[in-house]
């Protein structure tokens, strides 16, 4: 709920860290730059067990790299996710992942 309390920050650490590892291993790796989770929200009713996070991730268009392929993306994180299943110690909604330009 508080950005600025420990909890917040050693699991907003543990968030970026995994995202990190898997778009490293992406497609983008060359020219992946990191992930910054920016919130985490409790589901419906406040279930906990279902907290949301926002999380921004970005790369940079060198004039070598190819375009950013989406469809393709999505496909690998999907595939290093069970299905967007999990990621770490962490279940996922399979419906969760949202892949823009």
């Given amino acids: 709920e508080k950005p600025d309390s ?3 920050r ?8 995994l995202l990190d590892r898997l778009l490293k291993d992406s497609s983008i790796g060359p020219v992946f730059q990191g992930c910054e989770t920016t919130d985490f929200r409790y589901g ?8 949301r996070v926002d999380a921004v991730c970005t ?3 060198e004039p ?5 392929d989406r469809v ?3 496909h690998q994180v999907s595939n290093k996710t069970r299905g967007i299943t ?5 279940s996922l909604d ?6 823009n330009g």
């Fill in 6 to 8: 420990a909890k917040f």
């Fill in 10 to 17: 050693a699991t907003q650490k543990v968030m970026n860290m």
């Fill in 44 to 51: 419906p009713g406040s279930d906990r067990d279902q907290t």
């Fill in 59 to 61: 790369y940079s268009k």
């Fill in 64 to 68: 070598w790299a190819a375009p950013l």
């Fill in 72 to 74: 393709g993306l999505y």
């Fill in 86 to 90: 999990q990621l770490g110690p962490y």
């Fill in 94 to 99: 399979k419906d969760s992942l949202y892949v």
